[in-house]
T-cell receptor, first 116, second 114 residues
Framework: KAGVTQTPRYLIKTRGQQVTLSCSPI?????VSWYQQTPGQGLQFLFE???????NKGNFPGRFSGRQFSNSRSEMNVSTLELGDSALYLC???????????????FGPGTRLTVL | AQSVTQLDSQVPVFEEAPVELRCNYS??????LFWYVQYPNQGLQLLLK??????LVKGINGFEAEFNKSQTSFHLRKPSVHISDTAEYFC????????????FGGGTRLMVKP
């Protein structure tokens, strides 16, 4: 079975631009979560989507948004980019059978975003 | 809100020596506990998890961890490390009503020396 894939793997943007990152979960997985990893703040939870609905949200400004499609693929968008948004963005998927809350999360390799 | 503290940012150790990576958490409710490993330029891989039951949890690659509720700790151990264990290790918690939202510690870089 293919793992979690994230595209693109690397991205360079300038301040003020917006960016969209994509995540394809493992086949059959219904939950997708997003995390931001930076040297200063570490790994921080952004949001989780399950059956096209946002189920949990971390403490990030409204510039960070996401969505999930009917095939469970997910995108996250960051508008009006700031230098501090430079980070590795990780996506994780899990089965979430019967809407259960806790299944093992499988992480993708991440998208490294650099904001200049 | 929960928080996770990994007491050591770096742990150097010689090959074939034992190692313990420390993790303490704070939470006002029951939690689930996890250890993940991250190799350079890769995502996170689950090593082991504690949901309930036996407090000693065995994971992949010879790692194990022990949940200590009274000390709110979940330390990771391996009796004999290999060069290939060199990586960043993250402890994480999830409160039992928080879905898949994980709170991570700051990470511990394990450096195995020949």
């Amino acid at each position: 079975k293919a793992g979690v894939t994230q595209t693109p793997r690397y991205l360079i943007k300038t301040r003020g631009q917006q960016v969209t990152l994509s995540c394809s979960p493992i086949s059959g997985h219904r939950s997708v979560s997003w995390y931001q990893q930076t040297p200063g703040q570490g790994l921080q939870f952004l949001f989780e989507y399950f059956s096209e609905t946002q189920r949990n949200k971390g403490n990030f400004p409204g510039r960070f948004s996401g969505r999930q499609f009917s095939n469970s693929r997910s995108e996250m968008n960051v508008s009006t980019l700031e230098l501090g948004d430079s980070a590795l963005y990780l996506c994780a998927s899990s089965l979430a059978t019967s809407g259960s809350y806790l299944d093992t999360q499988y992480f993708g390799p991440g998208t490294r975003l650099t904001v200049l | 809100a929960q928080s996770v503290t990994q007491l050591d940012s770096q742990v150097p150790v010689f090959e074939e020596a034992p190692v313990e990576l420390r993790c303490n958490y704070s939470s006002s409710v029951s939690v689930y506990l996890f250890w993940y490993v991250q190799y350079p330029n890769q995502g996170l891989q689950l090593l082991l998890k504690y949901l309930s039951g036996s407090t000693l949890v065995k994971g992949i690659n010879g790692f194990e961890a022990e949940f200590n509720k009274s000390q709110t700790s979940f330390h990771l151990r391996k009796p004999s490390v290999h060069i290939s264990d060199t990586a960043e290790y993250f402890c994480a918690v999830s409160e039992n009503n928080a879905g898949n939202m994980l709170t991570f510690g700051g990470g511990t870089r394990l450096m195995v020396k020949p």
